[in-house]
């Protein structure tokens, strides 16, 4: 494999998107936690479905939301002075709304499962609700918060259909490693298709023990 391009890209965009996935699954995850309400369950299921849709159909859904003609992707052109789709910044939406529902499912399990009658203590003492989560929830739920982040990595990174479907084929521009493996078995270049899956199916591994070793410290 000559050309590393792909998987800096790889690497460059699930990072972003994971922050962006930590940061909102997380404060979505709370929420559902703590919100009592018939209206959760569906919340929830709207947030999931990027786990159960084929990646390519929710890269489409993407590409019409964001595409051109989208009154989404036109109010991006006209602020940045680019289109969304077909650039590495559409790559990384299409990473951060697979790895999401990773971080969310995560993150929502370790929430509720934090004691309710130490938050309550902490209220009980004066605490703010907002510093009960900070100061008390989280740190609590970290465990299962961070192996959430993690398989929302390891999703991202992986990534082929919607990523492929929202910011294309471009080697050198938006082509990420899953892409050049698949380009590499189209080509018959068996070296390079080789390489990026042993690439891509090492970090797989280190991911999945990281969360195997952090769900074993939780017992």
């Known amino acids: ?55 390519t159909v929710l890269g489409y859904y993407l590409l019409t939301l964001l595409g051109t003609r989208s009154s989404l992707g036109q109010s991006w052109e006209s602020l940045f002075g680019s289109p969304l789709v077909f650039t590495q910044s559409g790559a990384v939406v299409a990473a951060t709304v697979s790895a999401l529902p990773f971080v969310i499912r995560a993150a929502r399990a370790a929430i509720s499962n934090v004691d309710a009658r130490v938050e309550e203590s902490a209220r009980v003492m004066g605490l703010a609700e907002w510093r009960v989560a900070r100061v008390v929830t989280l740190p609590l739920a970290a465990r299962g918060i961070g192996a959430g982040i993690a398989l929302g990595f390891a999703r991202a990174l992986g990534d082929f259909g919607a990523t492929v479907m929202v910011a294309g084929n471009i080697p050198g521009q938006t082509q990420t490693l899953p892409v050049a493996v698949y380009d590499a078995v189209q080509a018959g270049d068996d070296a390079t298709a080789r390489t990026g899956s042993l690439v891509l199916g090492a970090i797989a591994v280190v991911v999945l023990v990281f969360v195997t070793q952090l769900f074993a410290r939780r017992r």
């Open 1 to 55: 494999m000559n050309d590393w391009f792909p998987l800096w890209l790889s690497l460059r965009v699930s990072v972003i998107a994971t922050i962006v996935a930590g940061v909102l699954g997380v404060a979505i995850a709370y929420v559902l936690a703590k919100w009592r309400s018939r209206w959760a369950s569906l919340v929830e299921a709207v947030v999931t479905l990027p786990i159960v849709l084929p990646p």
